[in-house]
């Protein structure tokens, strides 16, 4: 079936660095998507990998290894506007959807806290 | 670039009323839009993929009477609870894709109460 992994809530310093892993088991891959959602509101798009490796985004990273069904958003010099939930999501082209792209399954969500 | 915007942010309405949502893709074409549920610190659930002039596709779960889809042009979805009750009370959020792009572009979501 399919499965995607990350931690339910990780607590960090403002200043810090946190790392948000993600590990999946889907029947095919085509790509790897991060967004942020602030509470009571809709998600917005961070990053995604299609390819092995790190992708840069300002203070933002996310790092893919397909070999390994594995990824990780890496937040920098975190600030307290960054408490947020941080959604993984794959594209699945093998699941039936209207989508040619493939139909995307999203994680539970991984609630990251700043504090001062 | 990619902005979708979803219309209206709250509705607080009668049980039995029917509400409709409007999600609207600003600066791009969006041939597929999608339609999610979320419930209080749960994740995203899809409940259907719609393609512009043809029938939405409804996860299983997911009654297309109740909800009925409207994908009228390469810009424009609706959803219409139909008949609502108070299950019914949750934030729904369209996503949009260009055609162009990879991700999914969501809109501002809408919080639905029925009383």
């Known amino acids: 079936g399919q499965n995607i992994d990350q931690p339910t809530e990780m607590t960090a310093t403002e200043g810090a660095i946190v790392q948000i892993n993600c590990t999946y088991q889907?029947?095919?891959?085509?790509?790897l998507f991060w967004y942020q959602q602030h509470a009571g509101e809709a998600p917005t798009f961070l990053s995604y990998n299609v390819l092995d490796g790190l992708e840069e985004k300002g203070r933002f990273s996310s790092f893919l290894s397909r070999s390994k069904g594995y990824s990780y958003l890496l937040l920098k010099e975190l600030q307290m506007k960054d408490s947020a939930s941080y959604l993984c999501?794959?594209?699945?082209?093998?699941?039936?959807?209207?989508?040619?792209?493939?139909?995307?399954?999203f994680g539970a969500g991984t609630q990251v806290v700043v504090t001062p | 670039g990619a902005v979708v915007s979803q219309h209206p942010s709250w509705v607080i309405c009668k049980s039995g009323t029917s509400v409709k949502i409007e999600c609207r893709s600003l600066?791009?074409?969006?041939?597929?839009m999608f339609w999610y549920r979320q419930f209080p610190k749960q994740s995203l659930m899809l409940m259907a993929t719609?393609?512009?002039?043809?029938?939405?596709?409804?996860e299983q779960g997911v009654e297309k009477d109740k909800f009925l889809i409207n994908h009228a042009s390469l810009t424009l979805s609706t959803l219409t609870v139909t008949s609502a009750h108070p299950e019914d009370s949750s934030f729904y959020i369209c996503s949009a894709r260009d055609i162009r792009d990879q991700p999914q572009h969501f809109g501002d979501g809408t919080r639905l109460s029925i009383l």
């Open positions: 600066d791009f074409q969006a041939t597929t």
């Open positions: 719609s393609n512009e002039g043809s029938k939405a596709t409804y």
């Open positions: 999501a794959v594209r699945d082209p093998l699941v039936m959807t209207t989508d040619s792209w493939g139909k995307f399954q």
């Open positions: 889907t029947s095919g891959f085509n790509g």
